[in-house]
């Protein structure tokens, strides 16, 4: 059965760093695409970034320049490094796979950014 397990959010002042953690399993780890979701409080969920099957990275939007995506192999992970973190990327991290023609969704790791 496939699990995804996020870690790794916390409270950071602005301008600060965080790394989330996601930790696969119940399916081959390196055969799918893995992305990062947000979540900010009376808002839709949205994507953040993606790593490919062949690793290749996409970010969307505003995260670019500041977050990277990654995948481990070996541990059956994907990261996300946040840098220059600001109020607006508040909100709840959800790990994501499309496998077996379902979606899969983590719990989520809360990332508050302020001051």
């Known amino acids: 059965q496939v699990q995804l397990v996020e870690s790794g959010g916390g409270l950071v002042q602005p301008g600060g760093s965080l790394r989330l953690s996601c930790a696969a399993s119940?399916?081959?780890?390196?055969?799918?695409?893995m992305s990062w979701f947000r979540q900010a409080p009376g808002k839709q969920r949205e994507l953040v970034a993606i790593?490919?099957?062949?690793?290749?990275?996409v970010y969307v939007g505003s995260v670019k320049g500041r977050f990277t995506i990654s995948g481990d192999n070996s541990k059956n992970t994907v990261y996300l490094q946040m840098n220059s973190l600001k109020p607006e990327d508040t909100g709840a991290y959800y790990c994501?796979?499309?496998?077996?023609?379902?979606?899969?969704w983590g719990q989520g790791t809360q990332v508050t950014v302020s001051s």
């Open positions: 994501y796979v499309f496998y077996g023609s379902r979606n899969y």
């Open positions: 790593f490919t099957s062949d690793s290749r990275t």
């Open positions: 119940g399916f081959t780890f390196s055969n799918y695409d």
